[in-house]
């Protein structure tokens, strides 16, 4: 089980902490990604971080702003996202992957059931 927090009512500009907590299950192993999707779009790829977080992947609409980490003692994986801007109001999604590393949604076996970031202009 994948349960995410953090999320809020922010104006432009700010800052957010989104965290995945895993449960029933040692996701160390697992590839972690955020998802996110906006009202009347589809799902996109925000971040991923390797099992092993010693890599990490971006979407280019988040690069720069946002930085995924994961601490594998706590089983929790972190989305530090600075410099928030309107259009990244979604719904964002913390995902778990049963390999090395992934970055598109298909690849992803385990989903939460997000957390709501809205940003305000």
């Known amino acids: 089980q994948l349960v995410e927090s953090g999320g809020g009512l922010v104006q432009a500009g700010d800052s957010l902490r989104l965290s995945c907590a895993a449960s029933g299950r040692t996701f160390s192993s697992y590839a972690m990604g955020w998802f996110r999707q906006a009202p009347g779009k589809e799902r996109e790829f925000v971040a991923a971080?390797?099992?092993?977080?010693?890599?990490?992947y971006y979407a280019d609409s988040v690069k720069g702003r946002f930085i995924i980490s994961r601490d594998n003692a706590k089983n929790t994986v972190y989305l530090q996202m600075d410099s928030l801007k309107p259009e990244d109001t979604a719904v964002y999604y913390c995902?778990?992957?049963?390999?090395?590393?992934?970055?598109?949604?298909?690849?992803?076996?385990?989903w939460g059931q997000g957390t709501q970031v809205t940003v305000s202009s």
């Open positions: 995902a778990a992957a049963r390999t090395f590393v992934a970055v598109r949604d298909y690849e992803y076996d385990y």
């Open positions: 971080i390797r099992w092993s977080g010693g890599s990490t």
